[in-house]
C-alpha cells in the first residue's frame, strides 16, 4: 500500500514540478513549527526514507512520503549531511533539504569532534563564523548555570557532531543543543548497557566512555579497551590509565608524561586513586558510549600499544610484560 501511495506521489510531483502549479506551491509552502522549534539528529549511514521519516517524528508537519519523494525528485537524496539540525519558527520543504544537503546560504555550521576537552570546544565556538559570541567573560560554574546545571563541570557533556546554525545564533544555543544532543544519546546508550558492565549510573558511563574515547582511536579496540576496565572496576583493580593523569595536568602538560607524573596525587590520578576519576576527561562519541556499556567478552586486564594504533590485550600480568617487551621495548 504505502509503495503504491509513494509511486503516485512520485507521478504527481513529476506532473506539477514539469509545469509548475501545486508543485512548486507545495514546495515553497511554509510550515509552522513547535512552539520552541525542534532538533534532530541525522545518523551517518540515514537514506532518504529515513531522513524523511526523521524529520516528521521530530515534530516538522511534512508527510513523510510526501518529504520523501520530494527528496528524490530534487535529484539530491544521496547528497543528505549527517549532523544536528535545529529548526525555529517556519520551514519550507524547499529550505528543509537546502539545509540538509549544506546548500543554504544563509546557514553555517560547527563542528564539535570526539575526544576534544571543553577548552577546545570553547575556542570552536569562538572561532565560529557568524556564531555570536555570549560565553568568552563566564566561567565554567557561571556557563553551566547559564546552561541550567549548576554545580555539573562541562566536560564530555557536549555530544560531538556538527551542529547547522543561522548567523547570529548565540553561541550559548549550539552548546544547549549539545548538551541535549548527550543527554539523550546518554539516555539511549544506558537503556542498552549489558549484565557485563560494572557501571552504576549513566554518569559513569560517561565518565568511561570519555577515558575509552582518549585511550584509542580505533574503534575496534574500543570494546577490548572497555572490557580491561570494566574487569577492573569489578575485581577493585586501579585503572591506571595515562589519558586522566594527563587531563589532570592540565594545559601545561608537556606532550611527556614522567614517572613523577604518575605518582602526582591528583583526583584523576587513577594510578593513586581506585574507581573512575571524578568527571570526564573529554567528549565521548557515540561509538565510546556503546562500548563503556557493552564490553567485549573478555577477560583482558590489561593492554599495551602495538605501535601501529592498535593494542595487544592480556589477561594475566606475566603475558603483558611480554607484550610490553614485544611492542614496546623490542625485546
Known amino acids: 500500500m504505502r509503495t503504491w501511495i509513494l509511486r503516485a506521489l512520485t507521478l504527481l510531483f513529476c506532473l506539477v514540478l514539469a509545469g509548475g502549479g501545486v508543485g512548486v506551491w507545495w514546495v515553497g509552502r511554509v510550515v509552522d513549527l513547535p512552539p520552541g522549534g525542534i532538533e534532530m539528529e541525522v545518523e551517518p ?13 521530530s515534530g516538522v508537519p511534512l508527510d513523510p512520503d510526501a518529504l520523501y519523494a520530494w527528496f528524490r525528485i530534487s535529484g539530491q537524496s544521496r547528497r543528505i549531511l ?8 517556519t520551514i519550507t520543504p524547499w529550505q528543509l533539504l537546502a539545509r540538509l544537503i549544506g546548500s543554504d546560504v544563509s546557514m553555517r555550521t ?25 560565553i568568552k567573560a563566564l566561567s565554567d560554574a557561571e556557563l553551566m548555570t547559564l546552561l541550567g546545571r549548576p554545580g555539573l563541570a562541562p566536560e564530555g557533556r557536549f555530544f560531538p557532531d556538527t551542529y547547522t546554525y543561522p548567523r ?21 546508550t ?12 549513566p554518569e559513569e558511563a560517561l565518565i568511561l566512555a570519555s577515558i575509552i574515547e582518549k585511550e584509542t582511536g580505533r574503534r575496534a579496540d574500543q570494546p577490548l579497551i ?51 576519576p571524578p568527571t570526564p576527561i573529554a567528549m565521548p562519541g557515540r561509538d565510546a558510549l556503546l562500548a563503556a556499556v557493552q564490553p567485549a567478552a573478555s577477560k583482558a586486564l590489561y593492554f599495551v600499544a602495538r605501535g601501529d594504533g592498535s593494542s595487544q590485550f592480556s589477561a594475566t600480568l606475566e603475558e ?12
Open 226 to 276: 572497555s572490557a580491561v576496565f570494566n574487569n577492573r572496576l569489578a575485581l577493585g583493580m586501579r585503572l591506571q590509565t595515562d589519558p586522566t593523569v594527563i587531563y589532570g595536568l592540565g594545559p601545561h602538560f608537556d606532550g611527556n608524561l614522567r614517572k613523577a607524573d604518575l605518582q602526582e596525587d591528583s583526583p584523576f590520578n587513577t594510578y593513586t586513586h581506585a574507581g573512575l
Open 45 to 57: 549511514g540515514m537514506g532518504a526514507r529515513q531522513v524523511a521519516a526523521l524529520v516528521a517524528q
Open 190 to 201: 544506558w537503556a542498552q548497557r549489558s549484565p557485563k558492565a560494572a557501571l552504576a549510573s
Open 168 to 188: 547570529g545564533t548565540s553561541d550559548i544555543k549550539v552548546l544547549h543543543r549539545a548538551l541535549r544532543a548527550m543527554d539523550r544519546r546518554l539516555e539511549t
Open 82 to 89: 549527517a549532523g544536528s539540525y535545529g529548526f525555529e519558527n
Open 110 to 134: 560547527v563542528t564539535l569532534v570526539e575526544g576534544w576537552n571543553f577548552r577546545q570546544v570553547r575556542q570552536a565556538l569562538a572561532n565560529s563564523e557568524g556564531l555570536k559570541p555570549t
Open 320 to 331: 603483558h610484560n611480554q607484550a610490553v617487551n614485544t611492542y614496546q621495548r623490542k625485546k
